[in-house]
């Protein structure tokens, strides 16, 4: 069916040169047509009236965690790509700690052929670099890239052996793969289970020094530079880490790295009332860090934000903060906690878009499939939100299968009220489609 959205201010960054202009957005066969102002209504369609509200490419997210297969009593890959269109994104790309490990052609098989039978977004998943997430021998990356796999990482259980890592990044860069990194040195981290200073002395919690993510992130930049394979840091949370990816950038290292909304929203004082929900890796940082971070945020030092989002149940959550899981949801709260930071004025709204849709496309190629962008020819995968509408986060209203996040209760402003991919409406709040 053809669509016409009609007069909303439409922010695309994926040009040469940023498009920011009050407009309607012209959609046939499912993709977008046409953007201008006037536009004819379709002789054979609908028009949607998106006045007051910004039009933009739908959400890309680099790093969620839909545990499916294995997991799938915290998230399935239904289940995460519903909340994924509820949080405005249409593309994320799925990390590879599953039951069992997507490190061979089979699982991600398996993945891809799920997620093309009932995913409501595009799911790209990432493989393993070591076998089993172990650590000692490589995954079998070209396999896995023929089958569908966008990058390679261990996720939570980083790379230590620095021999392997070198030669992960070699096989990485032979198959055209970003290298996504866990940054933790394990032994400096010494099972810390949230920052280490200040709070963490107060309340009795064994803490987890800044420098455990620091330490592997400059490791890591020597074999980049060593190998000259593509290098992305994830959920980058201390402000030593930002500083030498900001000096690698200058050297002209293939680096990139993503920012978490949780780490530049929160900091080591929301542990202080041990809420389990606040329990994440790397752990929330200090208030010098989150300056930091944001600051990197308006340089353009972070190339974007992803959200890390990772379910888990209440038997994994409901426990002593020491045993408790880490990780928390992500994808229905990134739009409100990113529009906190417009308003603060540390980024513009457009650098937001760009954070949240261009940029992580690019970073892992998704761009030459048609996401990040609304260019004509693309597919009519994009998000209207509204910027001004201020609601209570409700964890009950969530469409993800679990339920832990930190947020419940917080005051927000911005909502994602309108998904579409391919032209299909996804996620609608308030029936603006029917």
């Not at 259980?157 to 992960?168: E, I, K, Q, T, W």
């Not at 055209?176 to 394990?186: N, R, S």
């Not at 919690?205 to 992305?232: F, I």
């Not at 900001?246 to 542990?271: I, Q």
Request: proline share 4%; hydrophobic share 40%.
């Amino acid at each position: 069916m053809d669509l016409l959205l009609r007069g909303g201010r439409v922010i695309d960054t994926s040009g040469e040169s940023v498009l920011d202009v009050a407009a309607d957005v012209s959609i046939r066969d499912g993709r977008v047509v046409d953007i201008g102002r006037g536009l004819a209504a379709p002789s054979h369609g609908r028009v949607i009236d998106v006045a007051d509200l910004l039009v933009c490419p739908g959400l890309v997210d680099l790093h969620v965690h839909f545990r499916e297969p294995g997991h799938e009593y915290k998230e399935d890959i239904a289940s995460g790509s519903a909340s994924a269109a509820c949080g405005g994104f249409t593309t994320v790309c799925c990390m590879p700690n599953t039951v069992p490990v997507n490190d061979c052609r089979s699982v991600t098989e398996l993945i891809v052929q799920r997620a093309r039978q009932v995913a409501a977004v595009n799911v790209y998943p990432i493989g393993a670099i070591s076998r089993g997430l172990q650590g000692r021998e490589l995954a079998e990356m070209a396999e896995m890239r023929d089958a569908g796999i966008v990058a390679v990482s261990d996720d939570g259980r980083p790379v230590m052996n620095a021999g392997l890592m070198r030669r992960a990044l070699e096989y990485a860069r032979t198959f055209d793969l970003p290298l996504v990194q866990h940054a933790e040195d394990l032994e400096l981290a010494e099972a810390g289970v949230m920052n280490e200073g200040e709070v963490a002395t107060r309340i009795g919690l064994r803490g987890q020094p800044a420098q455990a993510e620091s330490v592997m992130v400059a490791r890591d930049l020597e074999l980049v530079e060593w190998t000259g394979a593509r290098y992305h840091v994830a959920h980058v949370s201390s402000s030593r880490s930002v500083d030498l990816v900001r000096d690698a950038k200058r050297r002209g290292l293939p680096v990139s790295c993503e920012v978490t909304p949780h780490h530049f929203t929160l900091t080591d004082d929301a542990c202080a009332d041990y809420d389990t929900n606040t329990k994440v890796m790397p752990p929330l940082r200090t208030s010098r860090d989150v300056a930091a971070i944001k600051e990197a945020m308006a340089e353009g030092v972070i190339d974007c934000i992803a959200t890390d989002h990772a379910p888990h149940s209440d038997v994994e959550k409901e426990v002593e903060f020491d045993c408790a899981a880490p990780g928390m949801l992500g994808l229905e709260t990134a739009i409100p906690l990113t529009l906190e930071l417009v308003r603060e004025r540390v980024i513009d709204l457009v650098r937001a878009i760009r954070m949240l849709t261009s940029a992580p496309a690019a970073l892992f190629g998704l761009d030459a499939r048609g996401a990040g962008t609304l260019r004509g020819g693309a597919p009519a995968d994009l998000c209207v939100v509204d910027v001004n509408r201020r609601f209570s986060i409700d964890r009950e209203n969530m469409q993800s299968r679990s339920r832990n996040t930190p947020f419940h209760g917080r005051d927000a402003q911005g909502i994602c009220v309108l998904t579409m991919r391919g032209g299909q409406v996804i996620h609608d709040v308030d029936g603006r489609s029917r």
